[in-house]
């Protein structure tokens, strides 16, 4: 594709990363779902309140998708003039701009959910191995743990690790997975302090541990 096609895609990646599916999923069956149980927009509080296959897994996938199908785009389509190496950046920035839009959505106030689901849909496109070891590791400490976020925050630590090992020479796809990681760490900030006994300001304190 042209490079000002490229440019349009990646806008419209924010828009459609911004699609709050979990808010319209539970709004279509009568509940806001930013006013019940942790109130965030994520798979997993729609799932508290409809159960794994009447919540959480639709919207996880849609979140997903979200994230998946413009990066999918780029790749598919490519870019005119761009090498191996710029077509990882450039999946990368259409991808973080998607990341971005679900995090910060404009139909909400900029108010969003928490990435996990985003950003796994944007670098299994990218990475498909590294991201299905990252996916061992959170079934491991869910299973564990039986708590979500414990899973999300293990598995978004270990996807740069596993990077830095499988594919230390994508330089930029492994400084983008450390940034993720990051950044998904710190929106499940207020889960880490209920995990530590310590009271977060930010968070419902009679709401568990969340994540997406």
Same mark, same amino acid.
């Given at each position: 594709m042209p490079i000002y096609i490229y440019i349009i895609?990646?806008?419209a990646a924010y828009f459609l990363g911004a699609v709050p599916f979990g808010y319209i999923y539970a709004k279509i069956r009568g509940v806001d779902i930013r006013k019940v149980g942790s109130g965030n927009i994520g798979a997993t509080n729609v799932g508290r309140q409809?159960?794994?296959l009447g919540g959480f897994l639709p919207v996880f996938l849609l979140d997903a998708l979200k994230?998946?199908?413009p990066v999918l785009a $780029?790749?598919?389509i490519g870019v005119e003039g761009f090498d191996t190496n710029a077509m990882?950046?450039?999946m990368l920035i259409t991808g973080i701009v998607a990341?971005?839009?679900h995090i910060f959505p404009i139909y909400l106030g900029f108010k969003g959910g928490k990435g996990v689901a985003t950003a796994a849909g944007i670098f299994i496109v990218i990475a498909p191995i590294e991201v299905g070891i990252a996916l061992g590791v959170f079934l491991i400490l869910y299973g564990i743990t039986?708590?979500?976020a414990i899973g999300s925050i293990a598995a978004a630590i270990a996807f740069p690790v596993? $990077?830095?090992i499988l594919s230390s020479h994508r330089l930029v796809l492994l400084i983008v997975a450390i940034a993720a990681a990051v950044v998904i760490v710190i929106t499940h900030r207020s889960n880490i302090a209920k995990l530590l006994g310590k009271k977060d300001d930010t968070a419902k304190e009679e709401s568990p541990p969340d994540q997406p």
């Open positions: 895609v990646t806008v409809f159960g794994f994230g998946a199908l $780029v790749r598919l990882d950046m450039a990341f971005l839009g039986r708590i979500v596993i $990077v830095a």
